[in-house]
């Protein structure tokens, strides 16, 4: 009996966790700020594209990894191919995390700002212009972004340094609903407004002809950054696995909520932008200046602002962990009475290399790499360069360092996958991944 509670414990642990480090900022902050720079509705549908061909294979086959190995992200690839250069993956994903969480929590830390600013202020009646000086007013000062960024970074800390995530992420069984429910209403308020069908179409109604080398690398590095791929954070949860848990049921559930949120986001923002004449093109700041001008034109909108920035904030929290867990991980080696200490360590390093991003918006605002600020400049190598790569070299090494029957019987425990499933899948991640991911690159180089 006992267990029997156990495994539920751990599959349920497992679920929760891989869809609280995937459900975040990606879904909802970054969407549609991308989508609104990269031409709206082809962007989408190319994003929804890759996240179902690539992402979700590639998902997938970390799940494999982890739960083959039965252990985290470096080890893994090293109990795989001993004496080779392979761990290096693994080290990627710690590097990319540790950059990563740098500039995420500058944006939790905006998310801090706006949840204390919808306890403290009254918005009702204020026009939607107003949100966007006043995001740039209170983000511009340099004491106040350090601060919340350190307040974010903090609260990622202390949680990830007590070793309580797991207790945390239970909580999301609520949350993760109540954010989808409020998320619906939003898009209820936004998509009657006024004006608010050009922004649907915007969003939805693909321009082709407005696409670009860049767009397509924007929507690869946005599958695998709102699917947290690339980095083995997905290796790393599944490798406690030890019970017959459908591994692509489960990955089928994280794509399928990530797709579903992704859209509630666009057509929660976009109709509003074009209905109170704002523009789609604000870049990052985009969902701070067009929420709280939804939430201003609703009843109780004070309510509803304070309710979904917690929310948000407990979304973002769950990503952030994950990304803090991963390098933790690397500097505890699986010792955990340097838990508490390696977590402030990389804590307080990924906040000072935070501190440039979060002056992005102030004294820092100048270009300073490729005419891009501090704060583009590392989620354009996050993104669109470090998280492919890893998918990348993930996709090479699964079909070339684990025989193909091995991996067909991993992913075929606790799943009645047909065989022919399993050799499509196979094949995406054989061909069709490094065949995408490195035309991107290359189209983005300018060598094709
Ligand atoms: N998937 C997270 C989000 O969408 O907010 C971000 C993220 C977390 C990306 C962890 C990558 C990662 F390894």
Redesign the pocket.
């Known amino acids: 009996m006992s267990q029997k509670t156990d495994q539920w414990t751990s599959k349920l642990g497992f679920i929760l966790a891989a869809a609280g ?10 969407l549609p700020y991308v989508a609104g720079t990269s031409g709206g509705g082809a962007f989408f549908i190319i994003f929804l594209l890759f996240t179902i061909l690539l992402g979700l294979p590639l998902l997938l086959a970390e799940f494999t990894i982890g739960r083959h190995t039965q252990k985290e992200a470096v080890s893994a690839y090293r109990s795989i191919a001993p004496g080779s250069k392979w761990p290096w993956i693994g080290k990627l ?1 710690v590097a ?2 540790f950059l ?1 969480l740098s500039f ?1 929590s500058v944006v939790g830390g905006w998310i801090v700002v706006y949840l204390y600013r919808a306890f403290t202020m009254n918005i009702k009646g204020i026009a939607p212009d107003e949100f966007a000086t006043m995001f740039e007013q209170t983000i511009s000062n340099p004491y106040l972004a350090i601060f919340a960024h350190f307040i974010f970074i903090l609260m990622t800390i202390i949680i990830v340094q007590g070793g309580v995530q797991k207790g945390i992420e239970r909580s999301s069984k609520l949350m993760m609903p109540a954010l989808f429910i409020l998320f619906i209403l939003i898009v209820l308020r936004s998509v009657t407004l006024d004006g608010a069908m050009e922004g649907v179409k915007f969003f939805l109604l693909p321009d082709f002809t407005s696409v670009t080398g860049e767009t397509v690398l924007f929507a690869l590095g946005q599958a ?8 083995s ?2 290796v790393t949860y599944s490798s406690y696995l030890k019970s017959k848990e459908s591994l692509p049921r489960s990955a089928v559930s994280i794509v399928g909520l ?1 797709i579903f949120i992704s859209l509630l986001a666009g057509l929660a923002i976009f109709p509003a932008v074009f209905a109170f004449g704002l523009e789609p093109t604000e870049g990052p700041p985009l969902i701070f200046i067009v929420l709280p001008a939804v939430f201003s034109s609703i009843p109780f909108g004070n309510v509803f602002f304070i309710l979904f920035m917690a929310l948000l904030l407990f ?2 929290l769950t ?2 962990f ?2 803090l867990e ?1 390098v933790v991980a690397s500097l505890t080696k699986n010792d955990p009475s340097k838990r508490k200490k390696s977590s402030w360590i990389a804590g307080i390093a990924i906040f000072v290399m935070g501190i440039p991003s979060a002056l992005s918006y102030g004294v820092l605002a100048d270009p300073v790499f490729f005419g891009l600020t501090f704060f583009d400049f590392l989620d354009f190598l996050v993104s669109n360069i470090l ?1 492919p790569l890893g998918a990348l070299l993930i996709a090479i090494f699964v079909p070339l360092k684990i025989n193909k029957k091995t991996l067909a019987a991993e992913i075929q425990q606790g799943s009645n996958m047909k065989m022919i499933w399993f050799h499509i899948w196979f094949n995406l991640v054989k061909y069709v991944i490094p065949v995408a991911i490195s035309l991107a690159f290359l189209n983005v180089l300018g060598i094709i």
Do not use: P, Q
């Open positions: 480090s995937a459900i975040g900022l990606g879904a909802i902050w970054k994903g990319t995390s990563l995420y695998f950054f709102s699917l947290s791929l690339g980095v954070i997905m990530t979304a973002t990503s952030a994950s990304l991963m998280l």
